[in-house]
């Protein structure tokens, strides 16, 4: 039956991976319901997000008629917002969980839509960087809701510990497949990047930050080098914003003297130039030393590229050893390595990519679709 559903997150031209998330969600939700999308007039303040928070370039996923009237930290505009949404009177309020900042304008939200049935995606139950308060707020913001999805069974366990008997499904995280645009073969991303068809590429992607454990991938290929010379063509691409804090890895670069097979493309990665990454690259390696879960994992995967992940939060959920890629222990540069050698010198490359496919269906959108009436019918 169709529903007449409200959601609420970043769009175009935000250039955030939420936003990407909630456009490919609404797209499919709006195959079987009545949908519209309440933005942000203000996602961050500036003085807490410095750099610029929008893109109007990259408009390949832009929508028409969003409504973009929401500011996050203003009181009296959120009583706007919250008339607007009755006045629609929607059989949904679909909201999206990241970061307790929200905390203040969605307990608000909630408590004027006292008679709306909302629906909270937690991508983090709790902040990777925690701090005071966060587990306080996030219990109350989202003990207002009525059905929860999480994309880990550790998101699970962790909003279970706050709210008591959640009506919850756990639910993979669907797959970017919209990055693959010109259906660029190995061969043609590879010249565009300047790399040889022999190379060995290995790919690090997305925002790097101190917990995604780039240090560990690096001080892996410093201890392949130092084994010998069986992967001197190695490549390892890296792409993506560092965010002021590249100085210490190029200083590690250099320290193990791997400056010849590392390739750095700094900054915010548009949407027509991901492709190229992942189409020329053999496997992508996420060496995280804490995660809940990754976007870049279902990138990956809609390349049908295998993955390198570690073993924490839900990334053990999405990745499976010696299927889908390799699981390995965080803080262990000599796993990572092992897997390296293990994946170019027993060839896995075609074996990991029938096991992409044999889990297709489990990432799909209409997975999603299915599992949010599922929760409607709790």
Same mark, same amino acid.
């Given at each position: 039956?169709?529903?007449?559903?409200?959601?609420?997150?970043?769009?175009?031209?935000?250039?955030?991976?939420?936003?990407?998330?909630?456009?490919?969600?609404?797209?499919?939700?709006?195959?079987?319901?009545?949908?519209?999308?309440?933005?942000?007039?203000?996602?961050?303040?500036?003085?807490?997000?410095?750099?610029? /928070?929008? #893109? %109007?370039?990259?408009?390949?996923?832009?929508? @028409? +008629?969003? !409504?973009?009237?929401?500011?996050?930290?203003? $009181?009296?505009?959120?009583?706007?917002?919250?008339?607007?949404?009755?006045?629609?009177?929607?059989?949904?309020?679909?909201?999206?969980?990241?970061?307790?900042?929200?905390?203040?304008?969605?307990?608000?939200?909630?408590?004027?839509?006292?008679?709306?049935?909302?629906?909270?995606?937690?991508?983090?139950?709790?902040?990777?960087?925690?701090?005071?308060?966060?587990?306080?707020?996030?219990?109350?913001?989202?003990? /207002?809701? #009525? %059905?929860?999805?999480?994309?880990?069974?550790? @998101? +699970?366990? !962790?909003?279970?510990?706050?709210?008591?008997? $959640?009506?919850?499904?756990?639910?993979?995280?669907?797959?970017?497949?919209?990055?693959?645009?010109?259906?660029?073969?190995?061969?043609?991303?590879?010249?565009?990047?300047?790399?040889?068809?022999?190379?060995?590429?290995?790919?690090?992607?997305?925002?790097?930050?101190?917990?995604?454990?780039?240090?560990?991938?690096?001080?892996?290929?410093?201890?392949?080098?130092?084994?010998?010379?069986?992967?001197?063509?190695?490549?390892?691409?890296?792409?993506?914003d560092f965010g002021g804090s590249r100085e210490q890895y190029d200083a590690l670069i250099e320290e193990y003297g791997i400056s010849p097979y590392i390739?750095?493309?700094?900054?915010?990665?548009?949407?027509?130039?991901?492709?190229?990454?992942?189409?020329?690259?053999?496997?992508?390696?996420?060496?995280?030393?804490?995660?809940?879960?990754?976007?870049?994992?279902?990138?990956?995967?809609?390349?049908?590229?295998?993955?390198?992940?570690?073993?924490?939060?839900?990334?053990?959920?999405?990745?499976?050893?010696?299927?889908?890629?390799?699981?390995?222990?965080?803080?262990?540069?000599?796993?990572?390595?092992?897997?390296?050698?293990?994946?170019?010198?027993?060839?896995?490359?075609?074996?990991?990519?029938?096991?992409?496919?044999?889990?297709?269906?489990?990432?799909?959108?209409?997975?999603?679709?299915?599992?949010?009436?599922?929760?409607?019918?709790?």
């Amino acid at each position: 039956m169709s529903k007449k559903i409200i959601m609420i997150g970043p769009v175009y031209p935000y250039k955030t991976g939420l936003s990407y998330y909630v456009s490919l969600l609404y797209r499919q939700l709006s195959k079987e319901n009545d949908v519209s999308i309440i933005s942000y007039s203000m996602m961050y303040p500036k003085f807490l997000y410095k750099k610029p /928070q929008k #893109d %109007y370039e990259d408009d390949v996923l832009k929508l @028409d +008629g969003i !409504d973009y009237i929401l500011n996050s930290a203003n $009181p009296f505009n959120w009583i706007k917002v919250a008339s607007y949404i009755k006045k629609q009177k929607p059989d949904l309020l679909l909201l999206q969980w990241l970061h307790p900042y929200f905390a203040p304008c969605y307990y608000c939200l909630s408590r004027m839509l006292k008679d709306t049935k909302i629906l909270y995606i937690c991508h983090n139950v709790f902040p990777h960087e925690r701090f005071p308060l966060d587990k306080w707020l996030t219990k109350h913001t989202l003990r /207002q809701a #009525d %059905y929860f999805i999480t994309h880990s069974q550790s @998101d +699970g366990e !962790d909003l279970k510990s706050i709210v008591k008997d $959640p009506k919850l499904i756990v639910s993979v995280h669907p797959a970017y497949n919209f990055f693959k645009q010109k259906d660029m073969t190995k061969a043609e991303a590879r010249k565009i990047l300047d790399l040889k068809d022999s190379d060995k590429v290995l790919l690090f992607f997305g925002l790097v930050r101190e917990y995604k454990g780039l240090k560990h991938l690096l001080k892996a290929l410093h201890l392949l080098f130092k084994d010998g010379e069986a992967l001197k063509d190695l490549k390892l691409l890296i792409a993506g914003d560092f965010g002021g804090s590249r100085e210490q890895y190029d200083a590690l670069i250099e320290e193990y003297g791997i400056s010849p097979y590392i390739r750095i493309t700094d900054g915010h990665i548009p949407i027509g130039e991901v492709e190229k990454f992942f189409a020329a690259c053999d496997m992508v390696v996420l060496p995280y030393e804490s995660a809940t879960q990754s976007g870049v994992i279902q990138v990956a995967y809609s390349f049908e590229k295998p993955v390198l992940a570690t073993r924490v939060g839900g990334l053990p959920d999405v990745v499976f050893d010696m299927e889908t890629g390799y699981v390995v222990s965080p803080f262990a540069p000599e796993e990572i390595r092992d897997a390296i050698k293990d994946f170019y010198e027993n060839d896995r490359a075609e074996s990991f990519k029938e096991g992409i496919e044999r889990e297709a269906y489990r990432y799909s959108w209409e997975r999603m679709n299915e599992n949010i009436d599922k929760l409607m019918l709790l």
